[in-house]
């Protein structure tokens, strides 16, 4: 079912979509940056498409990716868009309720450049899944209202849910008088 959504994807904003792919029952489209907000609010105002429910927001780091080989199904390969392998894919997971079809948008970054458009004006759903997102990988979601850390505090030095942050990295430590005490 949610096929003709990746098809009705493609007939209304052609090269927008970089690419479809089905994967383990769900239905993936990669979208150009640049055009993410314009491909989100059509599916959430076309009455054909009516994504009314965000599911998630999260970030995938391909650093180091390799493809995986299964048993009776062709090696996957790295994806690649516009000739570059991209270091960041950042997913939203979109249910529409009336039709009972999801979608999965991606927009791929390099590692350099990590804004991407915020859909917390569409969904406000994805807000603080859009500040855990930026709190764990660093990736800037332009437009969002509010985009701070969420779980670590403030002096934190780094994105802890990357591949290449040091696990053994000390973090500076931070006195917050609302825990010390008169002793």
Known sequence: MSQRVLDALKAKFGDAIVATESQHGDEVAVVKRDKLK????????????????????????????????????????????????????????????????????KVALAENDVKVPSLTPLWSGFEWQERETFDMYGIEFVGHHDLRRIYLYDEFVGYPLRKDYPKEKRQPLVRRPDLVGDH
């Open 38 to 105: 314009d491909v989100a609010t059509w599916l959430r105002d076309d009455k054909a498409m009516a994504f009314d429910t965000p599911v998630f927001v999260t970030c995938i780091d391909l650093l180091d990716w390799r493809p995986v080989k299964a048993p009776g199904k062709p090696s996957s390969t790295r994806p690649e868009w516009d000739g570059v392998a991209p270091r960041f894919e950042v997913c939203w997971q979109l249910r529409s309720l009336a039709h009972r079809h999801r979608v999965r948008l």
